[in-house]
């Protein structure tokens, strides 16, 4: 008798082995129509697997993020078999499910066309409805690469050499076309159902390495529901609206060269926004008690090695030999040097917890296929903070951590916070009791903060757990940025260390605290979530005065002064243009509000306010104007 234990609780008895669809089946019909994949004992499986022993049963639908997903990997499927179809001749790379959608890289000569992606899209609907069946094969790896060499797929070559050995390499087979795929898969095409869009063409490099071919990418979404397609494509318009490489072009706040690849050209208003949240930073810190510290941004391969970096991330690290023979690598991070800075000198229990935060520079490689604006660079800022503290002082260090992380978080608009909590890894360094309390402390910091969140069970670091903040943005995307992580491992292995109490030496722990994380990055989130339209405090350009003609510039210079002196930001456009060009032109550059200028304010002493998105006009005394906007010249909480 086989026993099959239900998500439930509940318990099903079979005679003989049973597959997947026929315990759905037997639970209802419902069921069996709506299933899309199961897991056996933790494991995802297809719902025609084969189940020959007890085990406990889960199914997932398209309401479930794992039906979704395989929903969304066999919809790659069909993209592809439909590809093949329509363009013969054309090499698969890989296809894997992502975020809200799909992918699959093609090698093809010819590239394609957004009327290719139209037929694409019918031949998928056609082979939807054939409802073709779907089968998987286990195949010997040999026969599998001979096979793939015939057929002159070179990319499927490789991708059996990377499948571990002792694995099984298995083919689904939807219909009569196939694919080298680790599955599950649902039973049928017909199953991914009719609300699925091909979304763009894009160049992408094989295993993400330029020096390999350019493929074509094709990207697609994929759901459950025509309001939920709907919905996603209204978010993807608004996006594009609100990319953050476009809006900073046409606010004038950086640029990007091929001579520096990932790494910013920062003008002098995007330098200026970039200083504003510095400066604002920076005085939250002082208030919570960090030390502002800077170290260098090259540092002996020796350090790295002793801090285990080297071994972790030394291909993606930036080396230099001198001419002594020495090797230095640029910081990938700022940890070690941090470590170095509370080695200097002897360190007791009463300077416990000591916080040092940085504004470091760091560079990491990333393959040029990745690079993405602001958001995905090679050279960065992080505002770091290490904590070094007592194994008692974790609890209230982690909850003071992230009250001030949600603080600032408030600060900038980002109300909707989740958190994600990641507990000990099999791997791990340290001592149970310790990560018994490290644990302890931050789930107790997560719960205080009364917020939504997850746990990623056993993805900690191997020297710690760590909570992640994820921000949700005014078109429903989430970014992660901020994060907390207890750190078991590096104090020890960089010789950190203070006086107790009774005089002996001990370990200090050592919590890694970032609030945006990237500030390159953190800016394009916010680019991106006020649609280029910064709160007043921290735009890089707050007030523009005009003229209405060239009889009032000496006027509006007065104005200018005067504004920029009360710690406003504000220029004057004496420019030889009409009056509508230039308040179009600085409302495109997103400018909060615009100080118009004429007889009836030199008279009075007074300016005109266009405020950005609006035509209504506001007349204010200067000196009342200046009083007014220096009120809302901080931020909320200061």
């Known amino acids: 008798m086989l026993n099959i234990t239900l998500s439930d609780g509940n318990k099903l008895n079979f005679p003989k082995k049973v597959t997947g669809i026929e315990i759905a089946e037997k639970i209802s019909k419902s069921l069996s129509k709506q ?47 439909a590809v093949q179809e329509l363009f013969p001749g054309t090499k698969l790379a890989i296809g894997p499910a992502i975020k809200d959608g799909f992918y699959y890289d093609f090698s093809r000569k010819e590239p394609f ?31 599998t690469k001979d096979h793939y060499k015939k057929l002159d797929e070179k990319y499927k070559v490789e991708l059996v050499d990377m499948i ?61 529901t025509k309001k939920d397609l709907d919905d996603y494509l209204k978010r993807i318009e608004e996006a594009e609206k609100r990319d953050h490489r476009k809006l900073g ?17 920062w003008h002098e208003k995007g330098w200026a926004l970039f200083q504003k949240l510095v400066s604002y930073m920076r005085y939250k810190q002082d208030q919570a008690g960090y030390k502002e510290i800077n170290t260098p ?34 910081k990938p991070m700022n940890c070690p ?36 604006g602001l958001l995905r660079v090679r050279a960065f800022t992080q ?77 900690g ?17 989430d970014w992660q940025c901020g994060t907390l992580q207890v750190d078991l491992n590096l104090p020890e292995r960089l010789g950190a260390s203070y006086v107790d109490k009774d005089g002996s030496k001990k370990i200090p722990v050592m919590l890694h605290r970032a609030l945006f994380g990237s500030l390159e990055r953190f800016i394009g989130i916010l680019i991106e979530n006020y649609a280029g339209k910064l709160p007043f405090w921290i735009s890089p350009l707050q007030t523009v005065v005009i003229p209405i003609s060239e009889d009032f510039n000496k006027y509006a210079l007065s104005v200018q002064k005067k504004i920029k002196n009360s710690g406003i930001s504000c220029d004057v456009d004496l420019k030889n243009h009409n009056l509508n060009y230039k308040i179009r032109e600085h409302s495109n550059a997103k400018v909060p509000m615009l100080l118009i200028c004429g007889k009836k304010e030199v008279d009075s002493n007074a300016v005109t306010i266009r405020k950005l998105d609006t035509n209504k006009q506001e007349n204010m005394l200067l000196e009342d104007f200046i009083k007014k906007y220096n009120t809302l010249n901080k931020a909320p909480s200061i």
């Open 35 to 81: 299933a899309l994949i199961m897991s056996v004992d933790g494991e995802l499986k297809d719902l025609y697997y084969v189940i020959e022993k007890d085990c406990s049963v889960k199914f997932f639908t398209s309401k479930d993020p794992e039906g979704l997903e395989a929903m969304r990997h066999d919809t790659t499927h069909i993209m592809a078999m």
């Open 113 to 143: 066309t957004p009327d290719d992606l139209e037929k694409i899209e019918k031949k998928m609907r056609e082979i939807v409805e054939k409802d073709e069946k779907t089968r998987r094969e286990v195949w010997e790896r040999k026969k």
């Open 164 to 224: 571990p050995e002792g694995n099984e390499v298995s083919i689904y087979f939807h219909g009569k076309w196939y694919d080298l795929c680790r599955g599950p898969h649902l039973l049928s095409t017909g199953k991914i159902g009719k609300f699925f869009k091909l979304t763009k063409v894009a160049g992408a490099y094989w295993r993400g390495d330029s020096n390999n071919e350019m493929l074509q990418r094709i990207y697609g979404t994929s759901w459950a």
């Open 249 to 265: 072009k046409l606010m004038d706040l950086f640029h990007f060269r091929e001579e520096s690849p990932g790494a910013v050209f």
């Open 297 to 330: 941004e090259i540092l002996d391969r020796s350090l790295w090695e002793k801090s285990g970096h080297w071994e972790k991330f030394g291909a993606n690290m930036y080396t230099s030999e001198t001419p002594d023979q020495k090797i230095f690598a640029i």
């Open 337 to 372: 040097g941090c470590v170095q800075v509370f080695n200097q000198g002897l360190k007791s229990y009463r300077d416990l917890p000591f916080k040092m935060s940085e504004f470091g520079k760091v560079h990491r490689y990333e393959p040029s296929g990745a690079l993405h």
């Open 383 to 459: 505002d770091d903070a290490h904590i070094f503290c007592t194994e008692d002082q974790i609890t209230e260090e982690c909850l003071s951590v992230t009250n001030l992380i949600l603080e600032i978080y408030k600060d900038l608009g980002f109300e909707d916070v989740i958190l994600k909590y990641s507990d000990r890894p099999d791997l791990r360094v340290g001592d149970d009791a310790v990560w018994d309390k490290s644990e302890a402390a931050l789930i107790k910091a997560v719960e205080a903060s009364k917020l939504e969140y997850s746990i990623n069970k056993g993805e």
């Open 461 to 477: 670091a191997f020297y710690g757990p760590k909570i992640e903040f994820v921000l949700r943005d005014a078109i429903g995307r």
